[in-house]
């Protein structure tokens, strides 16, 4: 150990004695320094800042009008856009199974198969119709009702024609084994 570190450890009690007076050195620090006011430009008197804020209302406003006037779908609706749907599809796949059988059968004359096609094409028509008539009233049951039977209407008379068909071949099959 040195004499220096010898000389403290002996004397540091002397040394306790003479603390800083910490309040007295910042009071003569903060005297010193230049003390301005900081600038301060309040950003809500800025007329830029003022239309851009009323516009940013406004648009929120709009929106939520629009969402609430045009967007809004309750529960009822969904559920018959919904049915409609499933119905639509259900029927279509349905129709366009039994008319391509039609338009497959060998035992149909291209007349029968063009007259036949041209019904089903003023059906197609009318069910258009409904379906528009559908999406300005969802809730009409009335409609849904009609177009229901308009898909009932095009399977019928598949079926009728499919079944004539079919009747025409055993009548044609019981002539081949007369006695």
Do not use: C
Not at 58 to 87: H, P, R, W
Not at 102 to 108: S, T
Not at 126 to 137: C, D, F, P
């Amino acid at each position: 150990m040195d004499n220096f570190e010898k000389y403290i450890r002996e004397n540091a009690a002397k040394f306790d004695k003479h603390k800083a007076d910490k309040e007295k050195m910042w009071a003569n620090i903060a005297g010193e320094l230049k003390t301005e006011a900081p600038k301060v430009i309040p950003i809500w008197r800025s007329p830029m800042l003022r239309v851009a804020a009323t516009l940013l209302i406004l648009l929120g406003i709009a929106s939520f009008v629009a969402v609430q006037v045009f967007g809004a779908t309750n529960d009822e609706s969904q559920y018959a856009s919904k049915e409609l749907l499933d119905i639509d599809m259900h029927y279509k796949n349905l129709v366009s199974y039994q008319v391509q059988l039609v338009k497959d059968n060998p035992n149909l004359t291209e007349e029968d198969k063009a007259e036949f096609l041209s019904f089903m094409d003023e059906l197609d028509a009318e069910y258009e119709e409904l379906r528009l008539e559908m999406q300005k009233n969802l809730d009409n049951e009335q409609v849904l009702e009609a177009i229901v039977s308009n898909y009932k209407q095009r399977i019928e008379l598949i079926e009728k024609l499919l079944k004539q068909i079919n009747d025409s071949k055993i009548q044609d099959e019981d002539y081949g084994y007369t006695l």
